[in-house]
C-alpha cells in the first residue's frame, strides 16, 4: 500500500523531479496547499496573497523508499535557511516546509529538522506543518521538466536573470 508525502521547497519544477527519480516513488504531482485561497491558480499563488505554497505531492512505497530516505531529498535540494526563498524567487509561495500526514511522519520530519539544524550555523526555517487541503497545480506545470526535456532549474535560471 502507498503513502503519501507532500513537500514545498521553492520552485515545485525542480522538487518534483528529484523526487521522481527515486526508486519507490510511484507518483508525483505538483500544485498548492497551506493557504486560505479555495481553488487557486498559479496566479493567485505568485501573487503572495493566498498564503500557499508551491509543493510536490508525493505517493511512495515504504517497502521501496521510507518516509526518511524521501526527507533526505528534501533536504539536499534546497536552502532550509532562507526563509521565503529558494534561488532568485521570493515570496512565501517558496517556503520551505514539510506537510507530514501521519503522527509518525511528523516525528520523522522533526528529528530530522533537528539534525539539519544542528549541523548548521544558522536557523533552519522549514515549518513542520499537518498536511491540508492539496490543490493540483494546472497540467502544464506536471512533469514540467519532462515535457520540457529538462533535468534541472539551471536554464530556467539563467534565462529569467538574462
Given at each position: 500500500m502507498t503513502q503519501r508525502a507532500?513537500?514545498?521547497?521553492?520552485?515545485?519544477?525542480?522538487?518534483?523531479?528529484?523526487?521522481?527519480r527515486i526508486p519507490g516513488v510511484t507518483g508525483t504531482r505538483v500544485g498548492y496547499t497551506g493557504g486560505?485561497?479555495?481553488?487557486?491558480s498559479y496566479y493567485d499563488v505568485c501573487s503572495d496573497t493566498t498564503g500557499h505554497a508551491e509543493?510536490?505531492?508525493?505517493?511512495?512505497?515504504p517497502e521501496q523508499v521510507s518516509y526518511e530516505e524521501l526527507l533526505a531529498v528534501f533536504w539536499a535540494n534546497h536552502d532550509p535557511t532562507t526563509p521565503n526563498r529558494q534561488g532568485p524567487d521570493?515570496?512565501?509561495?517558496?517556503?520551505?516546509?514539510i506537510f507530514f500526514h501521519s503522527p509518525e511522519q511528523e516525528e520523522v520530519a522533526l528529528k530530522t529538522k533537528a539534525a539539519i539544524q544542528a549541523a548548521l550555523p544558522v536557523p533552519v526555517v522549514t515549518e513542520?506543518?499537518?498536511?491540508?487541503?492539496?490543490?493540483?497545480?494546472?497540467?502544464?506545470h506536471q512533469q514540467?521538466?519532462?515535457?520540457?526535456?529538462?533535468?534541472s532549474c539551471t536554464p530556467q535560471l539563467a534565462a529569467r536573470r538574462a
Open positions: 507532500t513537500f514545498a521547497a521553492g520552485c515545485f519544477w525542480g522538487v518534483e523531479s528529484a523526487f521522481r486560505h485561497t479555495d481553488d487557486p509543493a510536490v505531492e508525493v505517493e511512495f512505497d521570493v515570496g512565501s509561495q517558496y517556503r520551505s516546509a513542520v506543518v499537518p498536511a491540508e487541503t492539496f490543490h493540483a497545480a494546472e497540467d502544464y514540467y521538466f519532462e515535457k520540457m526535456g529538462r533535468t
